[in-house]
Every structure is written in C-alpha cells, then in structure tokens.
C-alpha cells in the first residue's frame, strides 16, 4: 500500500522484529518514531499536523499512538507529543506554529566576531553553560523548556494514554546510544544484546530532549547525572528497535532523507573541487541524517526469509526459530506492518 500526503510519500513495509513479552490486550500496539535532521524538524511538525489534523478523524480514533520515539530534534517533537496527547490532534498546530515562528537569524551565528571566537568556544564546549559553536541553542531551549508540557508525559503515562515515551542521545566518552526510557511499568523491557547500545529506565525531562538534539560543535553536550550526552543519531544504527523493544505491532516512521534518484549517475561532466564549507555541510549530513532507510530494509529482508521459511516448512520453521531466538535475544519475531513517510 501507498499512501500519499501531499509533499510527502509513505511505503509499507513488513519488518520483523524481536517480540516482547506477551500483551495481555489483542488490540495492535502503535508507535510513532521520529528521526533527526535538525532544521528538517520543520518538515517533520509538517507532516505531524497534516496527519493529525486533515486525516479522517476516524482513522486515528481507531488506532491511537502509545508509543513515541525520538531521536535529535525528533526527540524534541516526541516529547512535545507526549506533553500533549491528551489534547485534540496532540496540538500538533500549536508545534507547528512554534517552527514557524523560528528565525534564522536569531538561531545561527556567523558573524566575524562569532568566527574569530570559535577555536576558544571549541575548547569550552563541555561548560554546561556554553551556548553552541555556531548555533544559539537558547532558541532551543525556550522550544523544549517553555512550550513543551513535561509534568504532563508523566500523567499521560500513567492514565494509559501513552504506554511509553523514549528518547536517544549518544553517550559520549563510549560512543553508546542511550535510549531513556519513560514507561508505564517502569525500568526497562529486554534490550539489545549489541553492547553500542544501551536503555536506561528515566522520566523524561528536558535534559533529555536537549542532549538527544545537541549536535557535535553546533550545540554544546549535556550533562546528564554526571555524564554527557550529544546528538542521538550520531551511533544510532537501529533506531526501530526501541519502539519494536517496547511492544509495537504497527509503527509509523516519519524520515526526513530524500530519496531522489538521480538518472544521470554518474555524473557526465567534471565536477568542480568541493569547498571545506561544503565538506563540513557533508559531515553534518552524515550526522544528522540517521539509518531509518537502512534499519527498515534490513528489517524488511529479514522479514521476506521469515515468509518464505514458514511457505516453505511451515509453522515449524517459526517454532525453531523463535526457539532460538529466544535462548540469544530474550525474545521471539514476530512481523510488524511499518508505514515509512518520507520527502
């Protein structure tokens, strides 16, 4: 199924995933991931308002979100959501509104004074109190501080509007992801056996959302109960597994990497010399842009072998395999409908 929203294009896919513990409601567990992009964060309250607002109210009625997930300024925007989920359309206009009224000028930072002060503002990064290298995270900060309703994702949790609210952010001196985990049954489900990745039990607060969308030399780290944190998408090589981990059977992805083709690959003529500036445009790119494509694909294949297993053997070759699944991984698979809208 295809499914078009203006601007924006959704493919389905049929990842398989780790099974958690059994649910005691038949009911399908939803979940909304959202991913990095830092400005691109516009395009994602885009797409969230469209959704909430414009779809038949219907639709949503039927097939609540319980799960958020984010990473980098998705981490923001989930917390947002969470703050907000039990108001009409999660007050995506009033998110929406806020993204609106941001300006560039008052947000980046590249006056010569700004220029010449960078090597020193490179060395004081790690002051709790730096205010970001090239970008002013005040802006940012008065986003997840003011305007987000944090006292709420708590009661939102506990009167089961919400079963689980996650943010990513990237452990510093281990290079590890970190997935803070806010849920109603508290501490943490069965985790990843990958040792780059790991969940911590937590209410979220807005330390949280800020170390998940501090991108390395354009924000300062954050300290998070004497450690710091940066940019969540920066390690982040499976970023489905928190929503999979915590019990979602349909997930909706919102990423924001275009995947335009290029017929003309490559390139017929000789390219000129890259400029550094470019260069550093490309390395941010490369940070900030994580492996949602990738992370499904895998997922997806996976998933083909498990059809074609069970056509093929029958439920016997599902038996075995989440037999042995379950002696690795401390769950079994199961497949899990994902709806993946991107630019």
């Not at 979220?204 to 300290?223: D, W």
């Not at 000789?270 to 499904?296: H, V």
Request: include cysteine.
């Amino acid at each position: 199924m295809n499914t078009s929203l203006k601007t924006a294009k959704a493919s389905k896919a049929l990842p398989s995933v780790a099974e958690p513990l059994a649910k005691t409601d038949s009911r399908p567990v939803r979940a909304l991931v959202l991913s990095g992009g830092g400005a691109r964060g516009a395009y994602e309250a885009g797409v969230l308002a469209y959704i909430f607002q414009e779809l038949p109210t219907r639709l949503l009625a039927n097939a609540p979100v319980k799960i958020l997930c984010g990473t980098s300024v998705g981490a923001i925007t989930a917390c947002f959501l969470a703050g907000s989920a039990h108001l009409p359309h999660m007050n995506t206009a009033r998110l929406l509104d806020l993204w609106r009224r941001l300006r560039l000028d008052k947000t980046l930072r590249l006056r010569v004074v700004d220029v010449l002060r960078m090597p020193f503002e490179l060395r004081a990064t790690f002051r709790q109190e730096a205010s970001g290298v090239v970008l002013n995270s005040a802006v940012l900060q008065e986003i997840v501080v003011r305007e987000t309703p944090w006292i709420q994702i708590r009661h939102n949790i506990r009167a089961g509007i919400l079963s689980a609210v996650t943010v990513s952010a990237t452990h510093v001196a281990s290079g590890r992801t970190v997935t803070f985990v806010d849920r109603t049954e508290g501490g943490t489900p069965p985790w990843s056996r990958d040792t780059r990745a790991a969940a911590r039990a937590a209410r979220i607060r807005p330390v949280h959302a800020m170390a998940s969308a501090a991108i390395p030399y354009l924000f300062a780290p954050i300290a998070i109960d004497g450690a710091w944190y940066c940019d969540g998408s920066v390690r982040q090589n499976t970023p489905l597994s928190p929503a999979l981990r915590l019990g979602a059977d349909r997930v909706l992805t919102l990423g924001l990497r275009y995947d335009g083709q290029d017929a003309d690959w490559p390139p017929k003529v000789e390219e000129p010399a890259p400029q550094p500036l470019a260069l550093m445009g490309k390395l941010l790119n490369s940070l900030m842009l994580d492996n949602l494509d990738y992370d499904l694909k895998t997922l997806q294949g996976f998933n083909e072998i498990l059809r074609s297993g069970q056509a093929a053997l029958g439920d016997v070759f599902l038996d075995h395999l989440r037999e042995t699944s379950n002696r690795f991984r401390v769950a079994s698979y199961r497949q899990v409908e994902s709806v993946f809208i991107r630019p």
